[in-house]
Each structure stands twice: as structure tokens, then as C-alpha cells.
């Protein structure tokens, strides 16, 4: 985590499973992570939801938009 904060690096903790994982995480200065303990994988369309519920959550009154082409779109388009 040092190492990463002195050349400016995001770092975000994966496979986190535990709230004891993610007490440690945090003690290290680790504010970013992905894992069981958050959510269970999720089809992409569940997940654009889950998202957007956050965001407004975080911002109340936040207006999601599409701002881009769906993930299916982007997955034809590179064929």
C-alpha cells in the first residue's frame, strides 16, 4: 500500500470474503475493494443496477443516464 500511495497508484484489494480481511485491508490504508463479503457476480445488467442504486445512495437526487452504449452493444460491436 506505501508503495503504491508514494508513485501514485490506485489500489484496490480483491478476493476480499471477510469483514475481518476487510478491517485488515483498511488498516493498511486500503480503501478500495472487490469480493464476496460486497456482492456475489452478477449478470451485467444487475450490476448496472446495483451501481446506479449506489450512486444515488451516495449523490440522493443523482439523474443515471445512459451515457454510453450498452455492454452487449460494446461486445458486438468487437465482434
Known amino acids: 500500500m506505501s508503495l503504491a500511495d508514494t508513485i501514485g497508484l490506485l489500489t484496490i484489494a480483491e478476493s476480499v470474503e471477510s469483514e475481518r480481511q476487510r478491517d485488515i485491508l483498511i488498516g493498511l490504508g486500503c480503501n478500495r475493494a472487490q469480493g464476496y463479503l460486497f456482492a456475489r457476480p ?8 446495483a451501481l446506479d442504486q449506489a450512486a444515488r445512495i451516495i449523490e440522493p437526487g443523482l439523474e443515471v443516464r445512459e451515457a454510453r452504449p450498452s455492454s452487449r452493444q460494446n461486445r458486438a460491436d468487437t465482434g
Open 42 to 49: 452478477m449478470p451485467v445488467d444487475a450490476a448496472e443496477a
